[in-house]
C-alpha cells in the first residue's frame, strides 16, 4: 500500500524558513514523480514544485521561484520541500503527491497525473 506522510508544518513568522518532508513507501519511486501543492480554504489545491525521482527535472510555481527549494533523498525514499523567506500568502495546507513519470512536463503542474496523496501539514505564516 502506498503512503505518503508529510511533516514538518507549523507556526512562523515572515521571513522565517520550515523544511517540509514527505516520507514515501509502498511502490518503487524511482519512476515516479513527486509533487507539493498547497491548498486554502474555499480554494483550488495549486501546484508548488515538483521534482522527478531521478532528480534530472524540478519544476516551481513562478510564485516560489528564489523562496522554496524541492530535493529528494531517494536512499531514505523522502522528497524536502526547503521554504525560506516564507510570506503570510504561503499559509495553507502543504500537500505531497506522488505520479507515474509517463507524462509530459507541463501536466505535472495540475493535479490530474498525480494517483496518490498524503494527508497534508498545515503551514502558517503570520505577518
Known amino acids: 500500500q502506498v503512503q505518503l506522510v508529510e511533516s514538518g508544518g507549523g507556526l512562523v513568522q515572515a521571513g522565517g524558513s520550515l523544511r517540509l518532508s514527505c516520507a514515501a513507501s509502498?511502490?518503487?519511486?524511482?519512476?515516479?514523480?513527486m509533487g507539493w501543492f498547497r491548498q486554502t480554504p474555499g480554494k483550488l489545491r495549486e501546484f508548488v514544485a515538483g521534482?522527478?525521482?531521478?532528480?534530472?527535472?524540478?519544476y516551481y510555481a513562478d510564485s516560489v521561484k528564489g523562496r522554496l527549494t524541492i530535493s529528494g533523498d531517494n536512499a531514505k525514499n523522502t522528497v524536502y520541500l526547503q521554504m525560506n523567506s516564507l510570506k503570510p500568502e504561503d499559509t495553507a495546507v502543504y500537500y505531497c503527491a506522488s505520479a507515474p513519470d509517463i507524462y509530459g512536463s507541463i501536466s505535472y503542474y495540475s493535479m490530474g497525473p498525480y494517483d496518490y496523496w498524503g494527508q497534508g501539514t498545515q503551514v502558517t505564516v503570520s505577518s
Open positions: 509502498g511502490r518503487t519511486f524511482s519512476r515516479h514523480f
Open positions: 521534482i522527478s525521482w531521478s532528480g534530472d527535472r524540478i
